[in-house]
């Protein structure tokens, strides 16, 4: 794309050169092609160097995970802890979830493999983790300040 943009900046420059007579324009449009390819080599190295950063999911992504996990309030499951980090590709989501105390294991862990399939169907490339806990115990809010 660059070299098409580059190219066809030089042709031009060439073309309203040869027909205006105007020998400054030659400068004013080698420069503006000099900005372009260092406008578009810093977009490629911003591009290059975030795929090895990790970052966090932007607050639409998290509004759509928040989203998903409220509809499962109505049933009592409520979570905190929710963490999100993109690296390169791949979405890594973990999160404490809180299930009523008197749901057997088989339950909670039903309600969490729809949680995490509800989850994976909205952002593919993911990872999700749940941390189970149950509501009535004093321990599982210990984390709660890390929100």
Known sequence: MTD????GGVLAG????ELT???WLDSVIAIAVAVNIVYIGIKLIIKS???FMDTALTEEEL?????????????GVNYHALYTRKSSAMNFITMHLLMPGA???????EVA???????????PKSNTFIHLEPLNDPEAFD????D
Request: glycine fraction near 8%; aromatic fraction near 12%; proline fraction near 0%.
């Open 143 to 146: 984390d709660i300040l890390m």
């Open 21 to 23: 007579g105007l020998y």
């Open 14 to 17: 060439l073309l309203l050169l």
């Open 103 to 109: 749901w057997t294991i088989s339950e909670g862990h």
């Open 49 to 51: 160097v975030s795929g």
């Open 4 to 7: 098409v943009w580059t190219t």
């Open 113 to 123: 493999k729809q949680i995490e399939k509800d989850i994976n169907f909205s952002f």
């Open 63 to 75: 509004g759509l995970i928040k989203s998903i996990l409220e509809k499962y309030k109505k049933s």
